[in-house]
């Protein structure tokens, strides 16, 4: 059974700030590179960003500079604080093992965000 568990989401303005949280149980989370991933309807699944378990950090490029990934490693959780988010941010937004797309990991449920006015 996947132990990943998303929350945080929600409807947001244009402009906006949400944190998301992903509690995972130590098995993915620990020692890991952690992600987080986001699908927008009809679309494939994306990365927006990672950190090691050092705490660094990777942003893809729309994200950078908007979206701040952080862990807490005794808690077994990951977090995105997101801030001025526009519409195109919509989508059910994911954590994972980084690489979990490729490897065909098993998922969470996942959170959804809705950025409209």
């Known amino acids: 059974q996947v132990q990943l568990v998303e929350s945080g989401g929600g409807l947001v303005q244009p402009g906006g700030s949400l944190r998301l949280s992903c509690a995972a149980s130590g098995s993915i989370f620990s020692g890991n590179t952690m992600a987080w991933y986001r699908q927008a309807p009809g679309k494939a699944r994306e990365l927006v960003a990672r950190?090691?378990?050092?705490?660094?950090?990777y942003y893809a490029d729309s994200r950078k500079g908007r979206f701040t990934i952080s862990r807490d490693n005794a808690k077994n959780t990951v977090y995105l604080h997101m801030n001025s988010l526009k519409p195109e941010d919509t989508a059910v937004y994911y954590c994972n093992r980084y690489g979990a797309v490729t490897r065909g990991d098993d998922w969470g449920q996942g959170t959804q965000v809705i950025v409209s006015s």
């Open positions: 950190i090691t378990n050092g705490g660094g950090t």
